[in-house]
């Protein structure tokens, strides 16, 4: 079974940051590229950020290019959301995910149990 831990949402103010990290099994994320997803209250879940597992080339929804990058720790198994100059309309609940891309976006195979991200105005 897949398992995908993540941490670091929270609350914060409009223009502030935040990090959210997720842990994978050393077989999940050596087989899968991982990304992110949220998911805001009475919207559908829409896909966030991917990276590959080599050469770890990065895929970006148009929301949030430039703000948010993601990166990953090969020794640690674990792949980071970098979230710059938040705005109010990212809040949502942030979900980790494991599986192959398309050619533009992460095909969700596996998920975490989701971390809430708030931004106040």
């Known amino acids: 079974q897949v398992q995908l831990v993540e941490s670091g949402g929270g609350l914060v103010q409009a223009g502030g940051s935040l990090r959210l990290s997720c842990t994978a099994s050393?077989?999940?994320?050596?087989?899968?590229?991982m990304g992110w997803f949220r998911q805001a209250p009475g919207k559908e879940r829409e896909f966030v950020a991917a990276i590959s597992w080599n050469p770890g080339t990065t895929y970006y929804a148009s929301s949030v290019k430039g703000r948010f990058t993601i990166s990953k720790d090969n020794a640690k198994n674990t792949v980071y959301l970098q979230m710059n100059s938040l705005k109010p309309e990212d809040t949502a609940v942030y979900y980790c995910?494991?599986?192959?891309?398309?050619?533009?976006?992460?095909?969700?195979?596996?998920w975490g149990q989701g971390t809430q991200v708030t931004v106040s105005s």
């Open positions: 995910a494991a599986g192959p891309l398309s050619t533009t976006a992460l095909i969700p195979g596996s």
């Open positions: 050393a077989r999940t994320f050596r087989s899968s590229a």
